[in-house]
Nanobody, 116 residues
């Protein structure tokens, strides 16, 4: 099992930026995809961004061009750089890690609030 710890969430003004890391530990050998999903109150969880071990990335339509995911394989850590934040980006952001043949592991989430 992979343990995932997100950090760096908080309150930011519209138009601002925030960078949130997610560190993986435990059974990290074989991790392929890692990424972020988010869930706002009353809404379904949606994909924000993902990255493969080799750095191929994918983004949700609502964040493409504003958010950037990056990965440090040596530290088993991914980062989500969020720019031009909007109130609609307010949500709990969850990190995940996928190892082929095993269930996806999730972090406990970090709250991001965009408000003036």
């Amino acid at each position: 099992q992979v343990q995932l710890v997100e950090s760096g969430g908080g309150l930011v003004q519209p138009g601002g930026s925030l960078r949130i890391p997610c560190a993986a530990s435990g059974s990290t050998v074989g991790i392929n995809a890692m990424g972020w999903s988010r869930q706002a109150p009353g809404k379904e969880r949606e994909l924000v961004a993902s990255t493969s071990y080799w750095g191929n990335t994918n983004y949700g339509d609502s964040v493409r061009g504003r958010f950037t995911i990056s990965r440090d394989n040596a530290r088993n850590t991914i980062y989500l750089q969020m720019n031009s934040l909007k109130p609609d980006d307010t949500a709990v952001y969850y990190c995940y890690a996928a190892v082929p043949g095993r269930k996806i592991d999730w972090g406990q989430g970090t709250q991001v609030t965009v408000s003036s």
